[in-house]
């Protein structure tokens, strides 16, 4: 069975300073990994993925995640917060193209300006 | 505009009754999904079809019932059996070459 954790329930970041949102996972095979955003009351927005390659992913908005095998980590970062970066994080993962996404349990980000 | 649309946005349903959300896709995607989510939790997966009249259980199935006669639709029945109802529900499609699944806005259903 593939699953994702995410260890922070909250986290607090200054505008301007960096961000990161902590992602680990397990799957069989290689893994697919994803990113997205959810702002309150909305579906959630694709940031990122990690398919294969360069394991150094840049996506929307600024971000950016880093695939770490040995780790079994994705973490999700941004140089320089900006307030209106404040929303729930998921991070997900799947075991083949095409095959259902498991999800972690969100992050929710709070930049204070 | 190509995307997923999910219908109604709110609704309310009273004890005991079956509810239908809507959810329809022009996207051409083949795979569909059905993830509810609770306050505080993550998204947990009910249904998902990866092809026309063929569907999966995801982890929560109990209490929902889904259909796919056609490539772009997509509805999730809430049944009397399902306890505890209330919650946001999102559809979701995708195509394997592109890995990302796409999300409608979600529906918020409401026991009263």
Request: hydrophobic share 35%.
């Amino acid at each position: 069975a593939q699953s994702v954790a995410q260890p922070e329930d909250q986290v607090n970041v200054a505008e301007g300073n960096p961000l990161t949102v902590k992602c680990t996972y397990s799957v069989s095979g290689n893994p697919y990994l994803f990113w997205y955003v959810q702002y309150p009351n909305r579906g959630l927005q694709f940031l990122l993925k990690y398919i294969t390659g360069d394991n150094l992913v840049k996506g929307s908005y600024g971000f950016e995640a880093e695939f770490n095998k040995s780790q079994t980590s994705f973490h999700l970062k941004k140089p320089s917060a900006l307030v209106s970066d404040s929303a729930l994080y998921f991070c997900a993962v799947s075991g083949a193209a095409g095959n259902k996404l498991t999800f972690g349990g969100g992050t929710r980000v709070l930049v204070k300006p | 505009d190509g995307g997923i649309t999910q219908s109604p946005k709110y609704l309310f349903r009273k004890e005991g009754q079956n509810v239908t959300l809507s959810c329809e896709q022009n996207l051409n995607h083949d795979a569909m999904y059905w993830y509810r989510q609770d306050p505080g939790q993550g998204l947990r997966l009910i249904y998902y079809s990866q092809i026309v009249n063929d569907f999966q259980k995801g982890d929560i199935a109990e209490g929902y019932s889904v259909s796919r006669e056609k490539k772009e639709s997509f509805p999730l029945t809430v049944t009397s059996a399902q306890k505890n109802p209330t919650a946001f529900y999102l559809c979701a499609s995708s195509i394997p070459q592109r890995f990302e699944a796409f999300f409608g806005q979600g529906t918020r259903l409401t026991v009263v």
